[in-house]
């Protein structure tokens, strides 16, 4: 609608935004107010999160309920199995995480660390794949969930090969833990030393006892396609042992996501 009212919500990484009041948007505002940290919503919450009136936000998720976008979890509305379904569909989800799994086990294998798969998604980094097993303990985030690109060794890695200029340039970095590096100097001293060692650390700036070791896959042509690493508790990845690991599994998939396009 030409003179629609700007309508104001909460964008996948809890930023207030606005756009146009249709129905379209709303119903994506509804759907935009589940994050990593916001995997159950109550009628209220949505609401609130969305910038919608409860009346609006309750018409809009009975019907993204009946078409299996949302489904019902007790009183609380969850991400439904059929929106999941279509997500999977995404070229980024059947290239990268296809072509990358193989090389995801290996590293699993030899490391026996949970093994995760990172694409650059704005300014922040986004967990595209993660594998575990029985004796790499317990994964620290799921697919789908967004990392601070200063406080993940994967994001100081797309830092590293794409820019600082990827953070916002003004404002505050977010404080995930009392680890996390909030001074943009020592952030670029350490976004620095990325570029020349080859892989991101990260030393519980996500999360409590979580350490992260990351790096890129570099394709022929000097872009950066994702970052692989692995994520460890209580003790740090052990460094020399861990790297050309991920570096045999980085090469590995730079190579198969060149075969599949020339295919």
């Known amino acids: 609608m030409a003179n629609a009212t700007p309508r104001r919500g909460i964008d996948a990484e809890g930023r207030v935004v606005k756009a146009a009041d249709s129905v379209t948007w709303r119903s994506l505002e509804i759907l935009g107010a589940f994050d990593e940290r916001h995997t159950h919503l109550s009628l209220s919450e949505l609401s609130r999160r969305a910038a919608l009136p409860i009346a609006t936000a309750h018409r809009l998720s009975a019907e993204l309920v009946r078409w299996g976008a949302l489904e019902r979890s007790g009183s609380d509305f969850v991400i439904g199995q059929r929106l999941w379904q279509i997500a999977t569909l995404a070229p980024v989800q059947k290239d990268i995480a296809e072509i990358a799994a193989p090389h995801m086990q290996d590293v699993l294998f030899v490391t026996q660390n ?16 993660r594998i575990s097993g029985t004796r790499a303990g317990a994964p620290f985030r799921r697919p789908g969930s967004h990392l601070g690109l200063h406080a993940s060794a994967a994001g100081k890695v797309m830092l590293a090969y794409e820019g600082m200029e990827l953070l916002p340039r003004i404002g505050k970095l977010e404080a995930f ?7 943009r100097s020592r952030l670029a001293e350490e976004v620095k030393a990325v570029r020349q060692q080859g892989f991101g650390v990260s030393n519980q700036e996500s999360g409590e006892d979580n350490f992260g070791l990351a ?3 570099i394709l022929p042509s000097g872009k950066i396609a994702a ?35 020339l295919a």
């Not at 833990?177 to 001074?183: F, G, K, L």
């Not at 991920?246 to 075969?259: E, F, K, P, Q, Y």
């Open 177 to 183: 833990t009392r680890h996390t590096i909030t001074d």
């Open 215 to 217: 790096v890129p896959v």
């Open 227 to 261: 970052a692989i690493g692995v994520v460890s508790q209580k003790d740090p990845p052990p460094v020399g042992t861990v790297v050309p690991v991920l570096r045999i599994a980085a090469r590995g998939i730079a190579r198969s996501l060149v075969s599949r396009e």
């Open 114 to 129: 949970v093994v995760n798969l990172f694409i650059l998604d704005g300014s922040s980094v986004l967990l595209l794949d």
